[in-house]
């Protein structure tokens, strides 16, 4: 009797871990289909990032406001730098600020200034050595504009001249 109960407790502990059969077993296949969004019907819109700044200038001649005459990407040596940025918005509260390093991440000068309004700002960079140099503008703490530029000659070449 006692052999019969074994033989009884195990077929049923056999008949309980039964597992069922996947589809892969029992010879159904299952067809894969790529996804395809060109007609999707989408419900959330993505805002574009928003534009802080209209336009900006890279210099070395400014206006008789102080704003950059002519954009250009090479600055004789022995003349200063400018950059000027055009924002769209100026909030209450708002800093500008313009950041310039060499190329290979220098740090050369940073300058902040509050806007109070204003819509425009110049940032005098300096007189410069040549050389490449990387200039980022800020509206607040998001980026505005950034510029690669060089100085070009030699400072006491145009010094020579002039």
């Known amino acids: 009797m006692r052999k019969f109960v074994i033989v009884a407790l195990c077929s049923l502990a ?16 299952t067809k894969v ?39 250009t990407d090479k600055i004789d040596a022995g003349k200063p730098a400018y950059l000027t940025m055009y924002f769209r918005e100026s909030p209450t509260g708002l800093q500008a600020s313009a950041v ?12 902040r200034r509050d806007m109070n309004g204003a819509k425009v700002a110049t940032f005098a960079l300096g007189d410069l050595k040549p050389g490449r140099y990387k200039v980022v503008g800020y509206w607040g703490g998001n980026i505005a504009t950034e510029r690669e530029f060089e100085v070009v000659g030699s400072a006491k070449a145009k010094r020579k001249k002039g």
């Open 14 to 29: 056999l008949f309980a871990c039964r597992q069922e059969s996947s589809p892969a077993t029992t010879g159904k296949t």
């Open 100 to 111: 310039l390093t060499t190329i290979d991440k220098h740090p050369v000068k940073t300058e």
């Open 33 to 71: 289909i790529p996804s395809d969004f060109r007609n999707a019907k989408v419900s959330e819109v993505i805002q574009p990032a928003p534009q802080f700044i209209d336009h900006a200038l890279l210099g070395s001649d400014v206006n008789a406001d102080g704003t950059v005459k002519k954009d």
